[in-house]
């Protein structure tokens, strides 16, 4: 069965190509385009692209991502890129005969205030976190493009909504990433050089859940393979997507002090209060995915120790 991975080359879409082939997937069963070679906003260009591969299963993990910071510098970026990657991607799967599709949105699609933990049923009840309001705002336009589809048209794409993801392959930037890789960079380094001091930004109140990159990637194909009577045995036409977590979270603070013992950082850890917290809790309500028959199995503090060998190994790479 041919599966084309839309945005293999990032965190989570190169973890779900590593699974497929540990699984036995032959070379000639993945389809895989970098960016230069296919821009997935060029509406044309995916045409051609899938009209030429005519894949069996698509899994469009591509997106545009970042942290509180490039998401507050570049809103535009982030709804227009995203929107089109997804109209553009799951329209012309359908339009080359795409039957099954897996789309990956972020657990930001809920509201700022949702109660905890956030079930799937909190989608589209109140007011986003203004901070990634564009690039929510996107995400949920994926799963309803899913779903319209489904409704539609009778194909089977479904929808995973992950929570804060981390692991091999992540995204190091100082200014760019996400909160756990950006403490792990800050926190190496202070610990090379010998720093009294790390500030954080925010209380470190905030609560976050956190889920491997690899626990993501099992997730994701086993909703994409799962017998779709059981699929839609747990969703709804219009609430169909699935949350992916752990279904546990740590402060802000406590996982600062967790990256400063793996690290080797010994000393003291501040908290700038001028910068914004984000949410005050994102904690996702796993309990769907886990009546299906899936649960994560990497804890995070191992997680973490493997990510840092992972930035240790591959520092000499990374820019920025």
């Not at 949105?105 to 799937?120: R, T």
């Amino acid at each position: 069965m041919k599966t084309y991975i839309a945005g293999h080359r990032g965190m989570v879409g190169s973890a779900i190509h590593r699974q497929m082939q540990a699984r036995g997937a032959s070379a000639d069963s993945i389809v895989t385009r970098t960016h230069a070679e296919l821009d997935l906003t060029d509406q044309s260009a995916v045409r051609a692209f899938m009209q030429a591969e005519r894949p069996e299963r698509v899994i469009l993990a591509a997106a545009k991502v970042g942290g509180i910071h490039a998401n507050n510098t570049y809103p535009a970026e982030f709804i227009y890129e995203n929107l089109m990657m997804e109209t553009n991607v799951i329209h012309q799967a359908f339009e080359a005969g795409v039957r099954k599709l897996l789309f990956l949105g972020s657990s930001c699609i809920y509201p700022k205030l949702a109660p905890q933990p956030m079930a799937e049923s909190a989608l589209l009840t109140g007011t986003l976190e203004p901070t990634n309001e564009p690039y929510a705002i996107a995400k949920i336009a994926g799963i309803k493009l899913c779903e319209s589809y489904n409704r539609q048209y009778g194909v089977d794409y479904r929808s995973v909504m992950p929570t804060n993801l981390y692991g091999t392959g992540d995204n190091f930037h100082p200014e760019n990433s996400h909160v756990l890789p950006a403490l792990l960079r800050r926190f190496h380094e202070a610990a090379r050089s010998g720093a009294e001091e790390v500030a954080i930004w925010g209380s470190g109140t905030p609560r976050r859940e956190f889920l491997h990159v690899d626990d993501m990637a099992e997730a994701s194909l086993f909703v994409l393979e799962l017998d779709r009577a059981a699929y839609d045995r747990s969703t709804e036409p219009m609430l169909s997507h699935i949350n992916v977590g752990t279904g546990t979270d740590i402060s802000i603070a406590e996982l600062a002090a967790m990256i400063a013992e793996v690290t080797g950082y010994t000393g003291r850890i501040a908290y700038d209060r001028t910068k914004p917290d984000g949410t005050p809790r994102k904690l996702m309500d796993v309990s769907r995915l886990a009546e299906m028959g899936w649960t994560a199995q990497i804890p995070l503090r191992d997680g973490v120790a493997q990510t840092y060998e992972w930035f240790l190994e591959n520092a000499a790479d990374l820019r920025g």
